[in-house]
């Protein structure tokens, strides 16, 4: 997934877009190879969590845990497919993931739009920053990047994290 919000914003707070939309082949690359290197060096067996940051077409790791995320539910919803159940599989050792049949079903793209309760929690400092503040996430399937609702989305990426 490619967050639309700066680094700095908590992931669960960020707007994404998934598949990822500005990315290009090396960058995207990179990312495969660190997730590779990182499951295997971690010993990964199910799910795993990495976050990364990117600046000037180098990938960097912001941080890997072996574990779902609530990111899981979502990229399943999107695609499809039971990662959960499949994962589950895996970690119980009646499948290896070779054996896993994936086949995503994707068409167009998702966008992952965090739910903030502040009209429930007064005096809460509404800035963005890395402590996660939303309290879920709704999901939007849109067909192309010409979305109206999309494009409001991006638009919006131009905010500055204050200091």
Known sequence: MEHTEPCGVHSGDSNATLPPFNLG???MQQIKD?????ALALRTVGLI???FAIKDDIVYIIEAN???S???PFIAKAYGEPYVSYATKVMLGHNKVTDVKFNPQLKGYVIKQPVFSFSKFHNVNKALGPEMKSTGERILFIDDLKDDQFY???SRRKMYLSK
């Open 66 to 68: 072996p574990r779902a």
């Open 25 to 27: 082949e090396f960058v």
């Open 152 to 154: 409001e989305l991006y």
């Open 70 to 72: 609530r990111m899981v």
């Open 49 to 51: 969590n990495i976050q």
């Open 34 to 38: 660190h997730t590779k290197n990182i």
